[in-house]
């Protein structure tokens, strides 16, 4: 079994932060990359930050220069840093690891339970 345990989600008003943890932990062999996607009520889910095993980096256009990801390789966690939260952002957010529990298996997604994320005016 895999599992991917998020943190840090709650309620803010705008112009403050938060930050995000998701910790994966079970049968694993390797990640290829891990991100964060988020939902808003009635909307399609979307990426928000996604980084590889090597460090590269890919975010929302609505995000950039706001949110920062970074990664734990050793502890199999991946972070999201969020500040001038905006109540466009408010979502859950949810992990997502591409990873393989055996060397020879494909790369697969996993999911998170997801976070609320709320930011008020």
């Known amino acids: 079994q895999v599992q991917l345990v998020e943190s840090g989600g709650g309620l803010v008003q705008a112009g403050e932060s938060l930050r995000l943890s998701c910790a994966a932990s079970?049968?694993?062999?390797?990640?290829?990359?891990m991100g964060w996607y988020r939902q808003a009520p009635g909307k399609q889910r979307e990426l928000v930050a996604a980084?590889?095993?090597?460090?590269?980096?890919n975010y929302a256009d609505s995000v950039e220069g706001r949110f920062t990801i970074s990664r734990d390789n050793a502890k199999n966690t991946v972070y999201l840093q969020m500040i001038s939260l905006t109540p466009e952002d408010t979502a859950v957010y949810y992990c997502?690891?591409?990873?393989?529990?055996?060397?020879?298996?494909?790369?697969?997604?996993?999911w998170g339970q997801g976070t609320q994320v709320t930011v008020s005016s």
């Open positions: 997502n690891a591409r990873l393989r529990r055996h060397w020879s298996d494909y790369f697969n997604d996993y």
């Open positions: 079970g049968s694993i062999f390797s990640i290829n990359a």
């Open positions: 980084v590889t095993i090597g460090g590269t980096t």
